[in-house]
T-cell receptor, first 111, second 114 residues
């Protein structure tokens, strides 16, 4: 059973400072990773998708994947107060149609 | 315009009653899902459907029954409601399987069971 853990549980940064979020997963066959954002119990929006080791950038959002270490991270460059939300890591593998979400990191960006 | 419509947005039910959560997607997707999010747990996978057929089911209780009358519909019937069922239920869809395509989410139906 896939386990996806995120850290930290909550993070406060000042506007303009880099925000870094972490996600670890347990299934080494996982090959599909996405970061989603959720504002105040609303629907989720995808930020960045990554499928191979290395880095993937989408605007101010950059994902880093290291499958050997079972780790994927999200870095938010120049965060703004409107980026305050819960960030969710989502992991799946080619042998399942199920996406498992992490526990979430609540980000607060102070002006 | 929202592409995945969930109804109702909020609902209150009494213990033991039955409710149906509606989900329609207008993205032309072939796969649909239900997820549950409560205060105590992360976003939790419940069901996945592809071409109106059940692909995966992680819900322990038979009180939760998905219903797909059309390709772009996946309703969720919940019977014998319990207070622990209180949560926000999210419907999602993807073009193909979730492993190859990203998930698109509705805004959720928040259920409170008294």
């Amino acid at each position: 059973q896939q386990k996806v853990q995120q850290s930290p549980e909550s993070l406060t940064v000042s506007e303009g400072a880099m925000a870094s979020l972490n996600c670890t997963f347990s299934d080494g066959t996982s090959n599909n990773f996405r970061w989603y954002r959720q504002h105040s119990a609303k629907g989720l929006e995808v930020l960045v998708s990554i499928f191979s080791d290395g880095e993937k950038e989408e605007g101010r959002f950059t994902a880093h994947l290291n499958r050997a270490n079972l780790h994927v991270s999200l870095h938010i460059r120049e965060p703004q107060p409107s980026d305050s939300a819960v960030y969710l890591c989502a992991v799946s593998s080619s042998n399942t149609n199920k996406v498992v979400f992490g526990t979430g990191t609540r980000l607060q960006v102070l002006p | 315009d929202p592409k995945i419509i969930q109804k109702p947005k909020y609902l209150v039910a009494v213990t033991g009653s039955e409710k149906i959560l509606i989900c329609e997607q207008y993205l032309g997707h072939n796969a649909m899902y239900w997820y549950r999010q409560s205060a105590k747990k992360p976003l939790e996978f419940m069901f996945s459907y592809s071409y109106q057929k059940l692909m995966d089911n992680q819900t322990a209780s038979s009180r939760f029954q998905p219903q797909s009358s059309k390709k772009n519909h996946l309703d969720l019937q919940i019977t014998a409601l319990k207070p622990d069922d209180s949560a926000t239920y999210f419907c999602a869809s993807s073009q193909a399987t979730a492993n190859t395509g990203q998930l698109y989410f509705g805004e959720g139906s928040k259920l409170t069971v008294l």
